[in-house]
């Protein structure tokens, strides 16, 4: 499998993880957050998520990632020009809002 396909169990889980609106319980890291004050919105870090997470969105003027959907994983980190993201140990709960545009858009990743 190619590192841009996405198995049918991973796509599914996400699937779970919007309707649940919830995080996979395995995950033992934190989720990341974007500093908007200090965001450029370049996209890198959207364009970097895996997309079996796909937890980066653009909402509106900012980029956002929501945190159930976030693995901790680093990829967005890596490829930040101004190292706006960082770990969100104190993260809260998407609201409704943002998450009827993620179900919007859940038949692709972000």
Not at 60 to 67: A, K, N
Not at 69 to 85: H, K, M, Q
Not at 90 to 96: A, K, R, V
Request: hydrophobic share 30%; aromatic share 6%.
């Amino acid at each position: 499998m190619s590192r841009n396909t996405v198995s049918p169990a991973a796509v599914k889980a996400r699937s779970e993880r919007i309707e649940n609106q919830s995080r996979h319980d395995g995950w033992k890291k934190p989720p990341r957050r974007i500093e908007r004050s200090e965001c450029i919105t370049c996209d890198s870090c959207l364009r970097s998520c895996p997309p079996e997470f796909g937890a980066i969105f653009d909402n509106g003027l900012d980029v956002v990632i929501v945190p159930e959907l976030c693995s901790g994983c680093p990829a967005c980190v890596v490829v930040c020009p101004v190292d706006c993201i960082y770990v969100d140990e104190d993260w809260s709960p998407t609201g409704p809002d943002l998450w009827s545009y993620v179900e919007l858009t859940a038949g692709r990743p972000a």
